[in-house]
């Protein structure tokens, strides 16, 4: 159907797609496919809309057109932002929804079984936030075989950008500059915190005549804790002033139909400390570093080791990952979920990956977050972006 | 410790709120509790941040302060935003992280084992967001007894807003109001959408000096479907421009400090058709009833059949629930995933509980949405937030 085309790839895209995911399909010896995660949905299908808060899916049996299952209304959401037609539809009655005797999956069993599609091995996504452990249960009571664990198998096929997705991130690369730029102008000490909120939502959404589009939300809403707050790496807002002497990250992305760039910057108001302006140093190099290592034939912790290796040589512990896969995504993370860009993580770098290279330090007392976005080429790696790559001061 | 307080409540209000969950937990014969849901979380112990795409949870043991179990990095939140003590905060180091080989939940099993809170009856949230299918299994796996389903424990005890939440409910009121007035006076033929979501997040984040408070982000985006799209709920927005002769529903919500008040009104651009002036009819004729038996002693179903009533009367079928309890929330639902108003559901209104009537139509080829956000009192219910309930016609 797809009377909304606004969000959607070519025919040939999805097709491309659905081929490939029926080859890993064959290769992890699945016949049905159960996907819960919305980005995969919209991967798959084009599906789009904000339902994931009930139960839904999209199933891709041995052969045929891929099956949207959910809500009943959203079916309505189904037919006008996917290719599918009515009759590979199957949605569940709204008494279904958050009910404590019946679920949505006692029903799946039940049209999978008369589809004929509960002999075969079936995947599930046993980890994600969209299939819950209930879930599993009504399933496996419901259907004859046992499930099988397939948790990122279409996350890991979406992780080799083609051009449209990589036009669609560079988009969103132009959002997050005109955000940064936007936070840089106007930040100052005593503005309050929700106000500077309300200016990245402005510079991340609004209409550009010069660019022909506007933006989309971002999975995550912007992150910019300030002082010794800053410590804590997940922190979003208050109402409370900016002050002098302080330092803010901004952990923001800008989005363009569902693709997202994230970019992070640090802005101090007044003078910055040595501590501020030695993170500034030691990250800056380890990004070279980084960046240099971020080549297709290398593997994800080659550029990790890079970053950490000039972080430890200015006596800098940092002890999470410095990176992973981004593109398309829905809440609650714009990460793909599947490598990250970390000691022991061997994934080879091919043409067509993008990350977030996260060489954010959250450390005793402050925090401090200039980062990248990135896409692996067959030389060195674009920079997604282009966002001044040095801490912001304003005295 | 809890160095930020913004957010919090009074520690008798948190100490009578564990005392309430100690005691549902006895009568469902539990003795350890782990609640994944941020929303559960942060009632209980005031934890705030976007950390919940990572497994985290808080744990009720049989005697003694709660837990906090997360990422590490995400240990330095759980200290500036609850009571608790350092002591009392479990986190697993970063390599456990998305990680194919580990899950945070083989960790939490042996600290729990460690503390002796492996042998009891063991409450587990297996229809939540945030306790996948893999880490019920790992829990299972790495605990000696068998865990036992406790979903919606904590959520039917936010059920009853303490005065101080109903302070933040009504203070989310105020922001919707002026939500829905910077629409009524924005939107015009030839307005892109993502200008007016632009403009709809300025009027639910800024400061306001005479309130004396600002807002935070709502737990769904804004949806704003138009014309024959609206027939879809959970569509979000384009970038494409508004057109005369065209219906458009406003599904949205004031957030302040994590309460919500959603509310919904449709604007039509040009004359209205009889479709929509019928469904206006219906609608508001169908929500003086229903907010006639929102009354304390009655029941959730007394409230839809009201409704639904009237809507049999204009010939109108609306085949889902109509409404949902509110509060506190983080994404992806501002609903609490309890109770529903809907035939069948005999859950007695008690003062104190506050629901989104969600009164809105999604028909063959339009949708209509006017709603409003009450309170349940001693008599008639409040409702939250002023908007003029009626159709807005911006000819």
Redesign the interface.
Known sequence: MA??D??RFTDAEYESRLARTREAMEKAGVDVLITSDPSNMAWLTGY??????VHQAVIIGPTGEPVWFGR???A??A???TYMAEADIICY???F????ER?PMDYLAAKLTERAWHTGRIG?E????????????ALSDGLANELV?I??LVNWLRGIKSPAELDRMRKAARIVERMHARIADKVEPGM????L??DI??A????DEEWG?????PA??P?LPSG??A??????????PMKTGEGTFFEIAGCFRRYHCPLSRTIFLGKPTQQFLDAEKAVLEGMEMGLEAARAGNTCEDIANAFFDVLRKWGITK???TG?PIGLSY???W?E??C?L?P?DTTVLQPGMTFHFMTGL?LDDFGFEITESIAITDGAPECLADVPRKLIVKD
Chains 1, 2 share one sequence.
């Open positions: 009377i909304i606004t969000f789009d809309g904000w339902s994931f808060y009943e209304q959203d309505q959401g037919l006008r932002t009655p709204d008494y929804v958050q009910s404590n679920h599930v046993m980890d994600n936030y969209w299939f819950s452990a209930r879930g599993y249960r664990d948790t990122g309050r915190k929700c106000d909120v309300a939502y402005d991340a959404l609004r209409y589009y506007g933006g989309d939300y995550i809403v992150l010794t707050d410590a804590a790496p997940h922190l979003t807002w208050d109402d409370k002890n999470n990952r992973y809440p609650p993370d990460g979920r599947t990250s970390r022991g959250w």
